[in-house]
């Protein structure tokens, strides 16, 4: 089982969802990045893992402090 990781969208949308190195069922691998849904803003569009260092305060608060 994967932990949940922080994924951003080309668009700056960042959401929790499942990213197995080396392996994608939803999505098509392109290097690091992945083609894919985003969660947040429902479109289609460049994956990538993110950091929690990268995150505005805005988007820390959404993802860490919700109840």
Not at 22 to 49: N, Q
Request: aromatic share 6%; with cysteine; proline share 4%.
């Amino acid at each position: 089982m994967t932990a949940d990781t922080l994924i951003a969208c080309g668009k700056g949308h960042v959401f929790w969802g499942k990213w197995v190195p080396g392996a994608s069922v939803t999505t098509l691998r392109l290097g690091p990045r992945r083609l894919g849904m985003c969660k947040a803003g429902r479109h289609l569009s460049l994956l990538r893992r993110a950091e929690e260092s990268e995150l505005t305060a805005e988007q820390h608060a959404a993802l860490f402090d919700a109840p």
